[in-house]
Nanobody
Framework: QVQLVESGGGSVQAGGSLRLTCAAS????????MGWFRQAPGKEREVVAT???????WYADSAAGRFTISLDNAKNTLSLQMNSLSPEDTALYYC?????????????????????WGQGTQVTVSS
C-alpha cells in the first residue's frame, strides 16, 4: 500500500522560508514523476513543481527561482525548499506520485496525471 505523508508546513512571514518533505512508503520511484501541488481556498489545485527521470525538474512560473524540488531516492523522500515566500503562496500543499509510466518532469503537470496523493500540509504566509 502506497502512503505519502507530508510534513514541514507552518506559518511564516513574507520573505521567509520553509522546507516541505514527503515520506513515501510502498512506492518505487524508478524515475517516474513525483510532484508538489497546492490548493488555496476557493481555487483549483495547481502544480508547483515536478521531478522525473534522471532528476529532471519542472517548475510553475510562480515557483521558478524561489522553490527547489529534490528527491532523496535512498530515503524515499521528496522535498520542496521554498524561499522568498509571499502571502500568495498560502495554500495546502500536497505531495503526489504517478501510477502510470510518466517519466519526463514536464509531462506530468496535471493533477489527473497523478494517482497517489498525500493528505497535505498547510503553509500560511503573513504579510
Amino acid at each position: 500500500q502506497v502512503q505519502l505523508v507530508e510534513s514541514g508546513g507552518g506559518s511564516v512571514q513574507a520573505g521567509g522560508s520553509l522546507r516541505l518533505t514527503c515520506a513515501a512508503s510502498g512506492y518505487t520511484y524508478n524515475g517516474r514523476c513525483m510532484g508538489w501541488f497546492r490548493q488555496a481556498p476557493g481555487k483549483e489545485r495547481e502544480v508547483v513543481a515536478t521531478i522525473g527521470n534522471r532528476d529532471t525538474t519542472w517548475y510553475a512560473d510562480s515557483a521558478a527561482g524561489r522553490f527547489t524540488i529534490s528527491l532523496d531516492n535512498a530515503k524515499n523522500t521528496l522535498s520542496l525548499q521554498m524561499n522568498s515566500l509571499s502571502p500568495e503562496d498560502t495554500a495546502l500543499y500536497y505531495c503526489a506520485a504517478v501510477t502510470r509510466p510518466i517519466w519526463a518532469a514536464w509531462a506530468c503537470r496535471s493533477p489527473g496525471d497523478f494517482g497517489y496523493w498525500g493528505q497535505g500540509t498547510q503553509v500560511t504566509v503573513s504579510s
